[in-house]
């Protein structure tokens, strides 16, 4: 099946500071990227809908100029989680539409952890 | 709320047992349905979907689901578990929409 990757899969940084991740459709083009969040022991978030070339469109309740989603080409988007804090830590899994099946392909997910 | 119910929070078998767990959904209209297994320390995969058509669908891994839209429904079976089928088990809904709302989760422990 087609593959989503995620980078960084796993980063720790301070608070305050900004973190960039990175999902990437590696054998197909994905005009629509999704990110989700995942607290722990619960179900997949969805936040925000990533459309190439275009301003995301994000759910209720989901801080766009906290989450910065940019979808510059269409194997690559990339959530900004800006100024970081502890309750940001969270893991953050993006998924990918196959252009020819329309499935949905998940990325491996990244553990932020904000100290 | 419209929402994704998985009511089956965590199941503990021993391998060969039969495994059902459930999903409802409360949406109106038509609805694409999915059950996802996250294994550990892996992504989430597609066990199975449902379109259109049959409502009793096969996925990979000798997983099945029925869709009884009466009930609002899209449980998921399988005769005999095994031990690598220990994983978490997430239905999703969307509306023919690429969005997925997923239900909360269901931990299932296979025990040899």
């Known amino acids: 099946g087609a593959v989503v990757s995620q980078h960084p899969s796993w980063v720790i940084c301070k608070s305050g500071t900004s973190v960039k991740i990175e999902c990437r459709s590696l054998?197909?083009?994905?005009?629509?990227m999704f990110w989700y969040r995942q607290f722990p022991k619960q179900s997949l978030m969805l936040m925000a809908t990533s459309n190439e070339g275009s301003k995301a469109t994000y759910e209720q309740g989901v801080e766009k100029d906290k989450f910065l989603i940019n979808h510059a080409s269409l194997t690559l988007s990339t959530l900004t989680v800006t100024s970081a804090h502890p309750e940001d830590s969270s893991f953050y899994i993006c998924?990918?539409?196959?252009?020819?099946?329309?499935?949905?392909?998940f990325g491996e997910g990244s553990r932020l952890t904000v100290l | 709320a419209q929402s994704v119910s998985q009511h089956n929070h965590h199941v503990i078998l021993s391998e060969a047992a039969s495994l059902e767990l459930g999903c409802n959904y409360s949406y109106g209209g038509t609805v694409n349905l999915f059950w996802y297994v996250q294994y550990p320390g892996q992504h989430l995969q597609l066990l199975l979907k449902y379109f259109s058509g049959d409502p009793l669908v096969k996925g990979i891994k000798g997983f099945e689901a029925e869709f009884i839209k009466s009930k609002f429904s899209f449980n998921l079976r399988k005769p005999s578990v095994q031990w690598s089928d220990t994983a978490e088990y997430f239905c999703a809904v969307s509306r023919n929409t690429d969005k997925l709302i997923f239900g909360t989760g269901t931990r299932l422990q296979v025990f040899p």
């Open positions: 054998d197909f083009q994905a005009t629509t």
């Open positions: 998924s990918a539409r196959g252009q020819n099946t329309g499935e949905l392909f």
